[in-house]
């Protein structure tokens, strides 16, 4: 073990989602001794699916961010496009993409998941490649736009997330960050989020310095702080989960802090680790589905 050193070790440990944390040197020390003194340890839910149902992906040209980009679109067993159901837009992490904005399964499976022997609530999700920009606007690239002016109007031609409470978001590190931004931004369209780790910080110079890109500037970390923002979450259903060894904790806590009443909030033990992230997604689909159903 110490023969990979420190950076090594952190990388081995830190699973998906968790890219700008150990690729760019931060905190790996306390990442290995978490990893060691077994704070980071979690048991996740034994996983049980229906058969899949359908799927596409395919690719657009996308005008917000001027390039081509890669997406999913995943129905729940039973049902094909065409069918009015509510849909998850769900938001990939750090280095990821459409093909993988979840930790243990895919996005059919994510719909086809059983909980306590149950199927989920009838409802679609659907992912796209949003780069590196953190989920909101950069010069010559708006992932968020993206999202609101693309994806979800292709989405809505399939009969998917139509009515006022008919989209929730979802999201892992990165993902979670920009699953709260965009039900920040458009509290009439978003009914419902799930953000898992988020990656929030609580300043510009905190986030420049974990990732450079991941605000254009000062001006934009402002427009686009997730804290500074979290009121316009009245009347959204609103689940949180963080472990507590997360270095993203601290500005979890400050999230926490002006959350409106009634958000759920759900830190326990676990790091920014694939492990937590994955323990996490049941019961964040579960979430969404119950608020989705509601609104239909």
Known sequence: MLGLGAGGLAVAAAGAGAVELVARGVLPGATVLHQLDGACSVAGPPLVFARPGRSVSGIFYSRARRRQVG??????????PGTELPLIVALHA?????????????????MALRMSGRPLPPMAIAAADGGPGYWNPHPGDDPMAMVIDEL????????LGHGPRAIGT???????????????????????VAA??????????????????????????VE?????????????AVRVACGVSDP???GVRALTRVLPPGAVVAASKGCHTGQFFAAQEPASLSF??????AGT
């Open 196 to 221: 898992i780790g988020p990656a929030v910080w609580t300043s510009y110079a905190q986030a420049r310095a974990v990732n450079p890109g991941a605000y254009a500037s000062a001006a934009a970390f």
């Open 224 to 236: 686009a702080d997730a804290v500074t923002h979290a009121r316009a979450l009245s009347g959204t």
């Open 288 to 293: 969404l589905g119950r608020h989705l159903a």
């Open 71 to 80: 997406y999913t679109i995943a129905w729940p067993p039973g049902h094909e």
């Open 170 to 192: 979802l999201g892992i590190s990165m993902g979670g960050y920009g699953a709260l931004l965009l039900a920040e931004k458009y509290p009439g369209l978003i009914s419902a």
């Open 248 to 250: 993203f904790y601290v």
């Open 152 to 159: 979800i109007p292709r989405c809505q031609k399939l009969g």
């Open 94 to 110: 750090y280095g990821g993409s459409h093909r993988h904005p979840l930790t243990r399964m895919s996005l059919p499976e994510a």
